[in-house]
């Protein structure tokens, strides 16, 4: 009787052709429950930086701003973009400096409010020369 | 409708939204090595200190006038010039940034806007979020937004910055009031020519015969023609074309004689092509190599020479490049002169994907490899970590950048301080 031949199959080794890419990997055990509510993670940038456009960064310089947290170092975020209105802390150019402070709007006049008791307040008037520069949306700072 | 969208004096009002106690002053911005005059505050304009003028001949006008001078701040502007184009794309899909403080915006399909209060509208949120003026000039063909800017430009007070050429009057008008060298596309060489027939103004252009526009100005001039009889010839450039010559050249701080320094010059300003080549993806195949004594110096001797050297395959390394810069140099170099400036040009640009082979002699392969992984190096770890061994020695070349001004937008700790 022939013998029968047995052909052996042999996986060829040196070629990569072919090969599938599998982003998971296969596993074999059970697939993970949570793959299928995957979100992406927390970015504080996307968070506190609402308009990409209009946001500038500034440094706060002195305690005038103590009591609305904002301390000396501290990083604040501005928006140019927001509009002023009363209430909301600006960062304002008046009579050739930067400075941060509160606005108020009070029987049509305007002030600048420190939230400091060892400042006063600034009445805005004619001469000053305002320029209300953005509106500040957060503060950071390193603890 | 085409409009022309142009920041007012751009970088000098990048450094005013960052310092506004230079409103209403004369600010100039110098160029790379605070060479001459780039940018000047209408304030300066007034002062007669021209586009181009050399900061050492200036200096007594500028102390005299106390006129406020800037290194330029090159992050700066391209921060703010990117924050300014986002904006403008919001208001339309069809965009073409012309160049860093110009961009061309398409409107269609806006039959039933009020073009005028858009603009007012896109000039009042790019100034309100930037703190960035812009002039805005509409027409129905890029020729025409480009003339209605002028006019926004000329006339500020009347126009507030925002002119729609909407009419045939309104064009004619304006067409007689361009004088022709100041037509967009003419030229120095065209102007002249076309004054020698009396034609003076844009008007007097368009009034000619097309078949003799054509004849003497070729097609690109019977173009503009059309564009400023208001057909819309020309469309928005979308994607940016490449490059088709790039240089780098600088004037030297103090003057160089040395062979051995004046070849560190050029093989770095040959390094500094080939990075550009690179990141457009091109390849070169001749470079322009020049140098000049000091033309201000009227006394001393007086030297000016440039050589053209082909490379014999096209090539984007930094040392094939350097390498044949380098070969030029050594041919128009002559000691005993003071060199005052120096530059090296690449020409014959072609994209890496028609790269042609040549029969004999052909980039060896290493480079392409060695250049990739330097481009990534710098990427991670900074410019000009990664140098040839004939550039740089000792450091000897800061840019001269005296009044720079901060980068206000890019670097954490140069940010504004508010008390």
């Given at each position: 009787m022939k013998k029968e031949k047995l052909s052996f199959l042999i996986p060829k080794k040196e070629n990569n052709l072919g090969q599938w890419l599998i982003d998971q990997g296969i596993s074999a055990g059970f697939p993970s429950p949570a793959d299928d509510f995957k979100e992406v993670r927390i970015s504080l940038d996307k968070e506190l930086v609402k308009n990409e456009e209009a946001t500038f960064y500034a440094r706060v310089s002195g305690d005038s701003m103590q009591g609305a947290?904002?301390?000396?170092?501290?990083?604040?975020?501005?928006?140019?973009?927001?509009?002023?209105?009363?209430?909301?802390?600006?960062?304002?150019?008046?009579?050739?400096?930067?400075?941060?402070?509160?606005?108020?709007?009070?029987?049509?006049?305007?002030?600048?409010?420190?939230?400091?008791?060892?400042?006063?307040?600034?009445?805005?008037?004619?001469?000053?020369?305002?320029?209300?520069?953005?509106?500040?949306?957060?503060?950071?700072?390193?603890? | 409708m085409f409009a022309l969208i142009d920041c007012n004096n751009f970088y000098a009002s990048c450094e005013r939204v960052f310092n506004p106690i230079l409103n209403k002053k004369p600010i100039v911005i110098l160029s790379n090595n605070d060479g001459c005059v780039i940018s000047r505050s209408n304030e300066a304009k007034v002062l007669g200190i021209p586009m181009g003028a050399p900061a050492f001949k200036?200096?007594?006008?500028?102390?005299?006038?106390?006129?406020?001078?800037?290194?330029?701040?090159?992050?700066?502007?391209?921060?703010?010039?990117?924050?300014?184009?986002?904006?403008?794309?919001?208001?339309?899909?069809?965009?073409?940034?012309?160049?860093?403080?110009?961009?061309?915006?398409?409107?269609?399909?806006?039959?039933?806007?009020?073009?005028?209060?858009?603009?007012?509208?896109?000039?009042?949120?790019?100034?309100?979020?930037?703190?960035?003026?812009?002039?805005?000039?509409?027409?129905?063909?890029?020729?025409?937004?480009?003339?209605a800017n002028k006019i926004c430009k000329k006339f500020p007070e009347q126009t507030n910055g925002v002119y729609i050429i909407d009419s045939n009057k309104k064009r004619l008008k304006a067409l007689k009031w361009l004088e022709i060298e100041s037509v967009w596309g003419i030229g120095f060489r065209n102007s002249k020519k076309l004054k020698e027939i009396k034609v003076k103004n844009a008007y007097d252009f368009t009034s000619l015969n097309d078949s003799w526009v054509r004849k003497k100005m070729t097609v690109v001039g019977l173009k503009l023609k059309k564009e400023l009889e208001g057909e819309s010839i020309l469309d928005l450039e979308e994607i940016r074309a490449k490059k088709k010559a790039i240089?780098?050249?600088?004037?030297?701080?103090?003057?160089?004689?040395?062979?051995?320094?004046?070849?560190?010059?050029?093989?770095?300003?040959?390094?500094?092509?080939?990075?550009?080549?690179?990141?457009?993806?091109?390849?070169?195949?001749?470079?322009?190599?020049?140098?000049?004594?000091?033309?201000f110096k009227k006394l001393e001797y007086q030297y000016r020479k440039g050589i053209i050297v082909t490379v014999p395959f096209s090539t984007n390394s930094n040392i094939v490049i350097s390498k044949y810069a380098i070969i030029g140099?050594?041919?128009?170099?002559?000691?005993?002169?003071?060199?005052?400036?120096?530059?090296?040009?690449?020409?014959?640009?072609?994209?890496?994907?028609?790269?042609?082979?040549?029969?004999?002699?052909?980039?060896?392969?290493?480079?392409?490899?060695?250049?990739?992984?330097?481009?990534?190096?710098?990427?991670?770890?900074?410019?000009?970590?990664?140098?040839?061994?004939?550039?740089?020695?000792?450091?000897?070349?800061k840019m001269k950048q005296e009044k720079l001004s901060f980068n206000y937008t890019t670097k954490l700790d140069e940010i504004i301080t508010v008390k």
């Open positions: 947290g904002l301390e000396n170092g501290d990083l604040l975020i501005i928006d140019r973009s927001i509009e002023p209105s009363n209430n909301k802390i600006a960062v304002c150019f008046i009579d050739g400096e930067f400075t941060v402070k509160r606005i108020k709007i009070e029987s049509k006049k305007l002030y600048l409010i420190p939230e400091n008791k060892k400042y006063s307040p600034i009445e805005i008037n004619e001469e000053n020369e305002l320029i209300i520069w953005g509106i500040v949306t957060y503060v950071i700072k390193k603890l | 200036y200096q007594s006008i500028f102390k005299k006038n106390n006129v406020y001078v800037f290194s330029s701040n090159f992050p700066l502007y391209g921060d703010i010039s990117s924050r300014i184009m986002n904006i403008l794309s919001s208001f339309t899909p069809n965009i073409e940034i012309y160049s860093i403080d110009e961009a061309f915006l398409k409107f269609q399909g806006f039959n039933n806007y009020d073009l005028e209060k858009y603009c007012k509208k896109i000039q009042k949120k790019v100034l309100k979020w930037t703190g960035i003026p812009v002039s805005i000039g509409v027409g129905s063909s890029k020729s025409l937004a480009k003339v240089a780098t050249t600088r004037s030297f701080e103090n003057t160089i004689s040395k062979f051995k320094h004046i070849e560190e010059r050029i093989s770095t300003f040959a390094v500094c092509c080939a990075e550009k080549l690179r990141a457009q993806n091109s390849n070169c195949s001749s470079i322009y190599v020049f140098i000049k004594s000091n033309k140099l050594e041919k128009i170099f002559k000691s005993g002169i003071k060199y005052k400036k120096a530059g090296v040009i690449v020409m014959g640009i072609s994209s890496d994907k028609n790269y042609q082979m040549t029969l004999f002699e052909n980039e060896k392969t290493k480079h392409k490899k060695l250049m990739k992984t330097i481009d990534f190096i710098q990427k991670k770890e900074g410019q000009n970590k990664i140098k040839l061994a004939n550039q740089d020695l000792k450091k000897r070349w």
